[in-house]
């Protein structure tokens, strides 16, 4: 009988890894950046330490020379314009009380480099990350921490995000590179 339900639970776990390797989970590499878009080169100008720390780890992650220390190897700039926090009162008790709070964290960076698109006149993107943070009066010490955690997620998350747009930019610019030299030799 006991041999039974261990043999029950191993199948559904096999069960489970196959369903999950069929749907193309898998989990989060190094980040692949494109030869023509790397290295690149980290500008500080708005300062977020955090949101640094995590772009130089997720890219040093990798093997390949993903990140430079200098600006004239970089074929890539990320120019990290500002970031800013904004706590905001959604929903408030019979007394007046804040309940609810709206965090927002948006960050403006800008790329630059010969294989990079322009976006407008100042090149400047825009990340606008959002969190909902419910209130207890009666912890107010464990919401601060909160806060502060939930803002470093969503500059990690931004980092993240920055780049996915790095990987995106790399593919095309090898599509266009590729069909260039298919339109050359016809």
């Known amino acids: ?100 709070y709206d965090l927002s964290y948006i960050l403006h960076y800008r790329l630059t480099g010969k294989n990079i698109p322009r976006v407008g006149n100042d090149n400047v993107s825009v990340l606008n990350l959002r969190r909902s943070l419910n209130f207890d009066p009666d912890n107010v010490l464990a919401i601060s921490h909160e806060v502060e955690n939930l803002y470093n997620d969503m500059r990690k998350d931004s980092a993240r995000l920055i780049l996915q747009r790095l990987q995106t930019l790399g593919l095309q610019t090898q599509d266009l590179k590729t069909q260039g030299e298919s339109a050359a030799e016809q």
Do not use: W
């Open 1 to 100: 009988m006991h041999k039974v339900s261990f043999a029950r639970k191993s199948l559904f776990i096999i069960l489970g890894i196959y369903l999950l390797s069929a749907c193309g989970f898998h989990l989060r590499g190094p980040v692949e950046l494109s030869a023509e878009i790397m290295p690149v080169f980290i500008e500080q100008s708005g300062g977020d330490s955090v949101l640094n720390r995590e772009l130089r780890k997720l890219l040093s992650q990798s093997g390949k020379k993903h990140l430079t220390l200098t600006k004239s190897e970089a074929k890539t700039i990320l120019d990290i314009v500002s970031g800013k926090e904004k706590k905001r009162v959604v929903a408030v008790d019979n007394r007046g009380r804040a309940r609810q």
